[in-house]
Each structure stands twice: as C-alpha cells, then as structure tokens.
C-alpha cells in the first residue's frame, strides 16, 4: 500500500509548525521571557533558532524524507549497529511520554476553557488559588477533561496525514493565530500597556548572563521539538519537491512569531495591574484569572470574553503540538506491526492514558509518590525535557554529520541538485559541529542544575 504524503505545501507548513506552537510558545515562553529579562532573552533567543535550530531542524528532515518510514526504521537504516539506531524508539517512547502528561495540562486548559463560558473564573486572588488547588487535586475531574482532549487528539490521527493531521493544521493554526492577534490587540489597550512593550522589545544588555543564554538556547531547541523524532516522522510525509532548507526557515519564522505573539498578549495586561514578569508557571490558572478581572474591566463584558479566547488559545496550541506527539507512535505501530491506523492510534492513546493518569493523579491521591525524589508529572518531564530530547536532538545532529554520506544529505538539501542551496557548506558545518556543541551544553548544563539542587 503506497505510503501517505502531505497534500501542499501550506498543510506541510502549518502541520510542521503545528508541531513546534503549543504551551511551549504560549505559556513557557513569556515565562522564560520573563524570569530572563525580556528583550535581552527575546534577542538571544531568535539567534539561537536560526543559528542553532534550524540545522537541528534539517537534520531530522533529512532522516526523515531520505528514508520515507517510522522514525525507529529510519534511524535503524542510517545508524546501523551504532547506539544511533535507537534514537528513533527513544523518540516514540518519549512522544508518547509527553502525549501523556501534556494532556493532563492541556486538559486543565479545556476545563478552564468551558468553565470561562459557563460560569466564568471569578473571585478574589485566594478565591482563584483554592480554585485551582483544589481542581487540580481531585482524582476525577482532571481525569475526565484529559481522557477528553486526549479523544479529540485521538480521533485527528486516526483520519490519517491528510484528512487528519493535514486538514486539522489548516484549520487550527490559522484560528490559533487570528485569536492570539485579537487578544493581542486588547492587552495593548490597557493601561500602562506601554511598560509591557518596553520590556519585550527594550533589550537590557546588563541581564545577558551565562544562565541566560543557556535559558535561551534551552527553550530554543525545545520550542522546535527537536529530539524526539516528530519531525523525521512529518518530513516522512514530505515528497521529493519540497524545499527542506526554506521549509525550515519559514517555521523557525512562525514559532518566534508566536512566541513574541504570546508576550505581547501577555506582559502588557500584567504591568498594567502590576503583576511581575516573572510569576511562572502558575502565570495562566491562577494569575492570569485575576489580570483578566482588572486589566479589562474598563471595556463591557471583555473580562468575560477575554478569558475564553485565551483558554480556547491554549487548546488549540496543544491540540497543534499533542497530534505531532501522537503521530510519532501511531507511525511506528501501523509501519512495523502491520496494524491498521485505527487500531495503532487506539493502541497508542491507551498507552498514553497511561501516563495521563499517573501525571494528573501526581497533584491528588499520589503526590507522596515520588520516583528519585520526583513526582510522576515531574519525572516525566524530567526524563523527556531533560534527557530523551537533549540525547535525541544531539545523537541526530551526528547521525546526519558523521555517518550519512555527505553526498546523500547533500541530494536531500538540494533536491537532488534541483534547489539552489548556496548555505549548504553553513548549514552541514552547524550539524556537524555547532549544534552538538550547543546541544552538549545545554544538556551537561540541565544535569549539573538538576544535581546542585539534589
């Protein structure tokens, strides 16, 4: 049976970059922004993305288009009997990790979604932390929102690259980007929203550290999903006229754009009620409640409206992230087990509800729970963030340097010598040498922090 293929070029973008947007861009970003000092990390960032992960970026294109299969077949073909070989079931074990705990937040998102349109998340500030506190803790509740989200991500895949993945990225990147504009241009009609402006784009050189620019080339090589072979998966579904090298700029270009997006939306409407840039990851289900509340208050029904576009925001960035992670196994299963779509994708859900359970019951009834001094929700993402992808995205970078034959990676950048590639000489010099280095540092890094706090 002939393998899928993306159907355009636009659906191969927006399900790439599809892969890449999700709470990473949404939620992590403004909060690295924030705790880094704003512009200064913004800067380093996008330097990072274009020197550093768009080559990460090809490399798994190239694996995945040369050798048009699941990601542990394709890397058992070019790394042979190496260590390398296993990177790409390191990749469907660590998709399916993250499917599973990712859910878990994606499925506070759609309950905060809904409960914004029924009720609405009102109250005082105490009144907003007991909310969360106690949601988060039940045994059944986040269970049933997490069982939801994941049904919905479940039912993409199993219509397949082009009536699933493909037709959802075409309908759910360019609404995820009209109502990210619309918040945007709301949180820049608050008051005082000229001080959040100025700390996203009035670079402070003074805070450009050692930790900044690891927190920079940290988030962004995570932000791309380097590591864990979801994109060899998609660049799979490429065919032989797609512009790898232009493919991967142009989705480098739409992360950041959102990602900048995202701290515009955000940082305007905290000045201007005075919450500090650097409030973390309890940002969006306890402070932000309370921005929606004051910063809007002086436009009619906008404190109601604001919040359900951004909870719907947050859902369809996961939804965009959580079909990539999904696809990586349902891949692998119906490829190398000769199971239909249908079948993989159920297979594969359940072993991630899996997960999802242990994750969500992690803040409740099994938060004494814990696995080297770790929660499961944290040593979940702990072995994936921390370790599988770190290990992945630099085993990769080697793979497509060291052992592929140049003239193969060449024919791939090129198209077969068809697309003028005049920075191939630059981009295979960063496989072979500065992502590696890069990866290396920021992964010898992450293990240093984890064991000075241990």
Known sequence: MARSNFGSKIGIILATAGSAVGLGNIWRFPTMAGENGGAAFIMLYVIFVFMLGIPGMLAEFVIGRRAHTNAPRAYRKFGGKTPLAGVGYAGVLGGMIIFGFYSVVAGWCLHYFVTSITTGIQGSSEEIVNYFATFSSDSWQPLLWTAIFMLITHFVIWGGVNKGIERCAKILMPLLFIVL???????????????????LFMPDF????????????????????????????????????????KSAVQIGLVDTMIAVLAGLMIFPAAFSVGVQPDAGPSLIFITLPNVFQSAFSFVPGASYVIPIMFYGLLVLAALTSTVSMHEIGTAFFVEEFKMSRGISATVVTTLCFVVAVLSSLSFGCLSEVTIFGMTFMDFFDYITGQLLMPIGAFMTCILVGWYMKKEDVFDELTNGGTVSNKVFAVVYFAIRFICPIGIGIVFLSLLADTFMKN
């Open 181 to 199: 504009i619309l918040i945007v241009v709301a949180s820049l009609c608050v008051p005082n929203a000229e001080k959040g402006i100025e700390f």
């Open 206 to 245: 003074s805070k450009i550290d050692g930790e900044t620019c690891l927190a920079a080339l940290g988030q962004a090589f995570f932000t791309l999903s380097l590591g864990v072979a979801c994109l060899a998966t998609y660049a799979s579904y490429y065919d032989k006229s797609v512009n790898l090298t």
